[in-house]
C-alpha cells in the first residue's frame, strides 16, 4: 500500500509542479491510503492531516479549475512577509496545543514533530489552492523535517519520497519563477 501511495504522491507533486489540475486527483488517492498507514502506527495527527488532504484536494480542484486561482500562478501577488511571520507565529501556537493534547490524552509517538508538521503542512497547502509561490518554501522545510520523521517510523521508502519531494520542490519553485520570467519578458 505504500508503494502506491508513494506513486501517487509523486505524480501529484509532478502535476503540481506543472500547474495540472489534475494533481489534486492524484493527491486525494494518495492521501486516502496515507490516512490509513499513519493510524495504524500512531501518528494520529498525521493520520487526520492526510484526511484532511482528501477535502483540500477537492477544495483545490475547484479553486484551480473554478475559483480564483484559476490563472497561472505567475500572475499571482503573494502575501507580505510581515504576514507570513505572523502566520508562522500563530501557527506555532496552534502545533504546540495540539502536540500538549496529543501527549496529555493519547498515546500518539512523536508528537511534537507529527503536531507542526501536520499543522504547517495544512497551511501550504491552502497556499497551493492560492496559487502562491510561497507555498514551495515552506514545502522544503516541511518536506526535509518529515524525511527524519517517517525513517524514525519505520517508512523507508516514504522517507526517500520525501527526498524526492524536496527536489521536486525546487523544480516547482524553478517551473513557476520561469513561467514569471517569461511574463515579464512577453510583456516588457
Request: net charge neutral.
Amino acid at each position: 500500500m505504500e508503494t502506491v501511495a508513494i506513486a501517487f504522491a509523486l505524480v501529484y507533486l509532478w502535476l503540481a509542479a506543472r500547474q495540472s489540475v489534475w494533481c489534486w486527483l492524484a493527491g486525494a488517492v494518495s492521501c486516502a491510503i496515507y490516512t490509513y498507514l499513519m493510524f495504524n502506527v500512531q501518528l494520529y495527527m498525521e493520520a487526520l492531516l492526510q484526511l484532511v488532504y482528501v477535502g483540500m484536494a477537492a477544495y483545490g480542484w475547484w479553486q484551480w479549475q473554478l475559483g480564483a486561482a484559476r490563472e497561472d500562478a505567475s500572475t499571482r501577488t503573494d502575501y507580505s512577509w510581515q504576514w507570513h511571520a505572523g502566520s508562522i507565529i500563530i501557527l506555532a501556537l496552534i502545533a504546540s496545543g495540539c502536540a500538549w493534547m496529543l501527549s496529555a490524552y493519547t498515546d500518539a509517538d512523536q508528537v511534537w514533530l507529527d503536531s507542526f508538521t501536520t499543522v504547517y503542512s495544512l497551511f501550504a497547502t491552502w497556499l497551493l489552492t492560492r496559487k502562491l509561490f510561497s507555498t514551495w518554501l515552506y514545502w522544503l522545510v516541511i518536506d526535509s523535517v518529515y524525511i527524519y520523521l517517517y525513517f524514525i517510523k519505520g517508512f523507508e521508502k516514504t522517507s526517500g519520497l520525501f527526498a524526492l519531494y524536496v527536489m521536486l520542490v525546487v523544480y516547482a519553485m524553478w517551473n513557476w519563477q520561469r513561467g514569471k520570467k517569461d511574463l515579464c519578458s512577453s510583456t516588457g
